[in-house]
């Protein structure tokens, strides 16, 4: 491969040793040089046009193939505020697509529909002779339509899986509504998508990506499909990004299963490229549908509770066996009950174990009780997404009654997380809500929707990162988390030339731009991955290959 040098460059290595440059060499996909002034020869050459550079981002906590898939297969209802909206668009979605085994649609907002609006006979409106499955924004709730939920097997009788709730009216007969658990459970009993309807999600999750700057990843929920597709990806040369992956763990796992589960497909899959190096436990569920699991009772009129999916014995002994034997564990916490378990867990394992540079990592932290900021921060990384720390101009945020005002200033609390000392890094969860950085750089910052969304008043916003913080977040801290720290995440000699160029600096425009920054150009291993339009033409020689 002809050397390559970026030129004409205000480059932002992230590497303290050498903060700023004005161009990069790049040999055979990797950085050999930096540094002022004029560039060196090269048989190819970019011009920065005077633009950031910076590291390409890592998304450490992000559904790639599950998002991709979205794109591909399934309507999108994140913005359907109405029944009939919702039902035009799953007919529009299914005429566009006869040949789908299954009527899929994804991002209803829980703070519209749910329980008490949203059940099988309303689907039916729409369609009654194909399956349909529509999830929430969160992946946590989830509808059937009658034909659905006939063919799971689902009736009046049908009892709850483990971890999974199958809603009930008030005569005892299944609504259509899922959560948690019961979801997957009643997916592998309906037709599935194809490998090839997979792969195609692949390629549009990664391209989607690739357009936000983003080089690498952790996919937070690895099941034998992703390892399947992901696998497939790097077999076949097409993943323009690296995927780490986060094994699932259930509550069915004893520590003897887990780990050799997860030992057969660390070593089938050991890196750089497709690197499955964590398990990933669910230690709770979501507010949206109370699987929330609190030290205290909710606090809305409904109050109640709910119980962590692991007990302690089990998660301590889980814990323990996959520390031992050199696993990340990333841990899905909601409320300050699953919080502290995970913290005695991973504390329990730190003592039974020879200290290792683990990156365990803790995830979402949407509530975190104050006795346990620093305890967090002696045993694990916070892998937050602060784009839900704001206030939502159009959809309720139902969960914050359900905290009460009582415990709301520890509410996506991340100034108090990194004051106590704590490791970060910053993500996505799409398709949770949206992958792009820009947008999630400036939430941290403002705690307040875009502008152009009419944002109510900035949230907590003494709990704001900096805009140094937050693209620490999006790349050293991020490389680390991804266990990629040794070879990306800076602009560094011998560090993979994973490099984009932006629009705008953004450490220099108003907080409110960030979310408007356009990324001109991503390189993945020195090769162009995503070209915007309005940057001048890259030889073919330098593009990915197709």
């Avoid at 303290?16 to 790049?26: F, H, K, N, S, Y």
């Avoid at 099988?120 to 509808?143: F, Q, T």
């Avoid at 490998?195 to 996919?219: K, P, R």
């Avoid at 909601?334 to 290792?356: F, H, K, S, Y």
Wanted: charged share 20%.
């Amino acid at each position: 491969m002809a050397d390559l040098v970026i030129r004409n460059a205000r480059i932002r290595t992230m590497d303290p040793a050498r903060p700023c440059a004005e161009w990069v060499l790049i040999r055979d996909g990797v950085i050999v040089g930096l540094g002022t002034g004029n560039p060196p020869d090269a048989a190819q050459s970019i011009d920065a046009g005077g633009h950031l550079v910076l590291p390409g981002f890592q998304d450490a906590h992000i559904h790639l193939l599950s998002g991709g898939t979205d794109i591909s297969t399934a309507a999108s209802l994140y913005d359907v505020m109405t029944e009939a909206a919702l039902l035009a668009t799953l007919v529009a979605h299914a005429t566009a697509k006869p040949g789908l085994p299954v009527v899929l649609g994804t991002g209803w907002q829980a703070g519209i529909f749910g329980d008490h609006n949203l059940a099988a006979a309303v689907l039916d409106k729409a369609m009654s002779d194909r399956p349909v499955v529509i999830y929430d924004s969160s992946a946590h709730n989830a509808c059937l339509n009658s034909r659905a939920l006939a063919m799971a097997g689902i009736d009046n009788r049908t009892p709850d899986p483990p971890n999974g709730h199958i809603v009930r009216d008030a005569q005892g007969r299944a609504t259509g509504m899922l959560h948690e658990e019961a979801i997957p459970w009643a997916v592998r009993r309906l037709p599935q998508l194809t490998d090839e309807h997979l792969l195609q999600g692949l390629l549009a999750g990664q391209a989607e990506a690739n357009a936000h700057g983003i080089t690498g990843v952790l996919d937070p929920c690895i099941t034998d499909t992703e390892v399947r597709i992901y696998g497939r990806g790097l077999a076949d040369g097409l993943l323009t990004l690296r995927v780490a992956g986060a094994v699932l763990v259930t509550e069915a796992d004893t520590p003897d299963t887990a780990v050799s589960r997860l030992s057969a497909l660390r070593a089938a899959h050991p890196g750089p490229d497709l690197h499955l190096h964590s398990a990933k436990v669910f230690m709770d569920g979501v507010f949206e549908n109370r699987t929330a699991a609190l030290l205290a009772p909710y606090a809305d009129a409904n109050t109640g509770n709910a119980a962590c999916m692991f007990g302690a014995e089990q998660i301590n002994a889980l814990f323990t066996a996959l520390d031992a034997v050199r696993f990340a564990i990333h841990v899905h916490v909601i409320g300050d009950a699953a919080v502290r378990r995970a913290i005695d867990g991973l504390e329990i394992a730190r003592a039974a174990n020879t200290p290792w540079p683990a990156a365990h990592q803790l995830t979402h932290l949407q509530l975190v009780d104050p006795a346990d900021y620093a305890r967090l921060a002696r045993v694990a990384t916070a892998n937050i997404q602060p784009l839900w720390a704001r206030l939502d101009p159009v959809i309720p945020d139902i969960a914050l009654d359900m905290i009460g005002p009582d415990r709301r200033g520890d509410t996506y609390a991340f100034r108090k997380m990194l004051d106590c000392g704590a490791d970060w890094c910053l993500s996505s969860d799409w398709p949770v809500s949206t992958l792009n950085p820009f947008e999630i750089i400036e939430t941290a910052i403002t705690r307040q929707a875009r502008l152009v969304d009419h944002p109510l008043a900035p949230f907590l916003p003494d709990q704001a990162l900096t805009v140094e913080e937050a693209v620490m977040g999006y790349t050293v801290r991020a490389a680390n988390a991804c266990w990629r720290g040794g070879y990306s995440g800076m602009l560094r000699p011998g560090f993979s030339a994973d490099i984009i160029i932006l629009d705008r600096d953004i450490f220099a425009c108003e907080p409110s731009a960030i979310s408007e920054t356009k990324v001109l150009l991503t390189l993945f291993k020195g090769k162009v991955v995503h070209q915007n339009e309005s940057f001048p033409a890259v030889t073919s020689q330098l593009h990915w290959p197709k």
